[in-house]
């Protein structure tokens, strides 16, 4: 059963269509899963009084319904290391059509994985999981289950993965917190399970898993029309 301030976002979203991602990201704050520390900022004034909260760099990305997929118009900026950076970035997200704001938030590091929900006319909702990030069409490095996901499930999801030994500590390197991995899975999945009537597809990436947490770096929820 879907709370109360979820079946609110997706109410107010159904008018675009799909829902931004600084709403997105609270969507899944409020189901207990990680995001960045963040603001969605509507003038130049609070962007930097955020970045100097939290201390530079920063991400900064463009907020416009009109935009789905940011890349395609470079509305995404990385390592914005100062305030000078951030108006510049600012300004320029600001010429862009439907410009919303700007959302503003912590840089993240750690392996970048796609995590992701379809609705299968047969099968219902199915759950992806792969290596993310830009090079996600490039290493098709990705597994399907049908949802709900089970412990079992989500463990053999990520043994099938090719670079599975990232994840898991490769050559002396730290594993992902794998629980907190399996934990984002199951309740992910549960969440496409009860939103199944309402979305075409939910994209979570990239996720980023480092020994201490996986975040959720990116998120698009696309409702059904």
Known sequence: MLMKEVRDIISSSK??????????????????????????????EEAIQFAEEIGYPVVGKVVSPKLVHKSDKNGVEIGIDNDERLKEAFRRFSQIDGFAGML?????????LIVGAKVDDQFGPVVLLGMGGTGVEIYKDVTLRMAPLALKDIESMIRCLKAHSLLEGYRGSKPVNLDELNRLLKTFSD???????????????PVICSPKRCVIADARIMLRQ
């Not at 503003?104 to 970048?112: A, D, F, K, L, Y």
């Not at 496409?192 to 990436?205: G, K, P, V």
Request: cysteine-free; proline content about 4%; aromatic content about 12%.
């Open 191 to 205: 969440f496409a399970m009860d939103l199944e009537s309402l979305f075409e597809s939910i994209d979570l990436n």
């Open 104 to 112: 503003v938030e912590e840089m993240i590091s750690g392996i970048e």
């Open 15 to 44: 008018a675009t269509g799909w829902v931004l991602e600084p709403e997105a990201k609270r969507l899944f704050s409020f189901l207990g899963l990680d995001v960045p520390r963040f603001v969605w900022a509507k003038k130049v």
